[in-house]
């Protein structure tokens, strides 16, 4: 099986592991006398709720509290005075947090030293608020119960909150891979969602695949990875990965079902009768906050794309590699250079690109081109192969392959065929009119056989052929210049002398093979 493997680059960092930051449940107290401020602080000193201490911010008016508010949405609830710079400017604080400032999750308690400028059944029937105490009968130990109880209220409507959040981003994830149909692309939105989604710190993630061959062979491959261990191999078994992180993965693909840790979510999804998948999550200190439900959805999704991804791309790689095999048996039957066609291929490629066309089309012109001479099946051998110059007879037959390459092209409604079948039957046909078969001028000659028409003769002269001699780069520049205008497109051939170190590279990079007797 062919490695189809993406990863995600990892920025180079201090072997020093930083150390967990702390986190607190910030409350804020409004209120405009100071010794509420030290009792408060005083009565909640040694509180430790839910695994974290507490971060006690003091505002001493409405206008103060508005102001640390309107920058900060972490608190999880406040305490606050009815009477500061007006009767009533608690209650207007409490009218600003949830109606202007939307805010619905942080807990509010109003607290008065004087009810009855604020009576308790009129206040929490008319105001947004989460509990009325008089500072008189405010002890310590019923504020320590009131912040218990807000934290915890707190804590359950931001889980609700992600949850809902969470769903959304998941129905937006699996919409937006759904649209990926490339491996590098897919990988890095896979992960990129799937942090997005958890709202979790994560240290490491990583997506293996196991393929069963047709040999009965296991073929284990990191697909996607990010975190702290630098992946340098693509085999999951030889692979740089921490050897208690390569157990987990192999234990989940030898039991077949996902396990959820402390630290870790491994996940096992089948795709295939052939194929599986296997997400594993390292958490950094916030698993409380990992909804494996939601990772379980998502990441049945992405095994499943996946696995569609890499048959598509199995099925494409093998059409390609057809297609050259047939086009380059076609250039060995006329004695052509044996890598003519990919070279062919790469420039036409590279042509549509500098022309800035969209990436579909430029790559189904690269998958076509392989195939412009297919007609030649029709011509003799003792014709493509004649060293001398043809007589017209001869000359009138070599022309049909055009025709020829097309009525056989023209039989699939496949869009490459199609644009195979044009660049076939006109490549041959001149900027100026000159050409054949059908005498085109201009803009009517299609571009894919605009595009094919200079490629095949630029590669053509660069290689040595029966009936030529092979031509050097700056002859081959000079007659590219010489036909801008008359054989070739002026701004086709503006790209290749612009580009032409780049066109140059293609066949260094892609060398002739000598063709077997």
Known sequence: MSKFIFKEEIEESSAETAPKKERFWRILVVDDDESVHQITRLVLSDAHIE???????????????????????????????????????GLELVEWIRKEKRNQAIRLILRTGQAGTAPEAKVI???????????????????TTSVYAGIRAYRDIMTIQRSLDAFKQLILSTHDLLRINQFKPFGSAALN???????????????????????????????ACTGKYVVESDCLETSDIDDSVKSLIKKAFDEKKHFYENQCFVGYYETSSTASSVLYIEFEDDAEHFRSNLAEL????????????????????TQKELLCIVGEAIERKSQKASAHVKRVAEICALVATKLGLEDKLVAAIKIAAPLHDIGKVAIPNNILQKPDQLNEQEWQLMKSHTVVGSDLLERSKEKVSRIGARMAKYHHENWDGTGYPDGLKGENIPLEARIM?????????????????????????????????????????????????????????????????
């Open 51 to 89: 695994g974290r201490k507490l971060d006690i911010v003091s505002a001493y008016s409405s206008a103060e509290a508005k102001q640390v508010l309107s920058n900060d949405d972490s608190f999880c609830m406040a305490f606050v005075d009815v009477v500061m710079e007006t009767d009533h400017a």
């Open 125 to 143: 029937k008319e105001f947004d608020i989460n509990d009325y105490k008089e500072k008189t009968d405010f002890t310590a130990g019923k504020m």
């Open 193 to 223: 969602h799937l942090l997005t989604l958890m709202d979790v710190e994560s240290s490491a993630l990583y997506i293996a695949r196991s393929q069963r061959e047709i040999d009965h062979e296991n073929t284990n491959l990191i697909i």
């Open 298 to 317: 998502f990441a049945t999704n992405v095994a499943l794309i996946l696995e569609s991804l890499t048959k598509q791309h199995e099925l494409e790689r």
């Open 453 to 517: 028409a200079i490629a095949d003769v630029f590669d053509s002269l660069g290689t040595k052929r029966v009936y030529q001699k092979q031509w050097d780069n700056k002859d081959i520049l000079q007659f590219l210049q010489e036909q801008r205008g008359k054989k070739f497109q002026p701004e086709i051939v503006d790209i290749f002398i612009k580009h032409f170190d780049e066109f140059t590279q293609i066949k260094e990079k892609i060398p002739d093979t000598k063709p077997e007797n």
